[in-house]
């Protein structure tokens, strides 16, 4: 099996990039969310719009399939056929960005201090937004297979 050299690309079809940015749109529909969940479980607020909830993880599921298919697509348009970690990464960004928003929700919002409360809140965002970023990365992933099969599915080889 001989594999095609891939072009030089410009810098936004790049695999870093793409990761980089395809977390941005799926973090956009969560993270008012987020606020309002963070403050029920940080600052003992009592949260009790779960069909909400519901409604925005439904959302960030179907904004994190079609994210990672434009992502896919644009690799593949760039003769990248490199595109599976690509399309993990670039859904298991948005817990990064997630991380991002915590830290800057700690600073600003919370009156947290010592070493045992910082990395109380720390470390459990941490698990947090590892199980966030594999949820993401494995719908993302499992979106893009599902296109490329659909689209090379009727494409012969000699």
Not at 96 to 105: E, T
Request: include cysteine.
């Amino acid at each position: 099996r001989f594999l095609r050299p891939i072009p030089e690309k410009k810098w936004y079809l790049k695999p870093s990039v793409v990761a980089l940015l395809g977390g941005l749109l799926p973090f956009g529909s969560i993270f008012i969310e987020m606020y309002f969940v963070f403050t029920s479980f940080w600052q003992y607020k009592v949260y009790y719009v779960y069909g909400f909830m519901l409604l925005v993880f439904i959302i960030l599921t179907i904004v994190t399939v079609c994210v990672t298919i434009v992502g896919t697509y644009f690799l593949l348009n760039a003769e990248n056929y490199h595109w599976q970690w690509t399309s993990f990464l670039s859904a298991a960004s948005t817990a990064g960005y997630v991380y991002l928003y915590s830290v800057y929700y700690f600073y600003m919002k919370t009156k947290m201090s010592g070493f045992f409360q910082i990395s109380f809140y720390f470390g459990y965002t941490l698990m947090f937004c590892l199980g966030l970023g594999i949820f993401c990365g494995a719908v993302g992933y499992l979106g893009s297979s599902m296109f490329v099969r659909r689209i090379y599915r009727n494409i012969k080889c000699d």
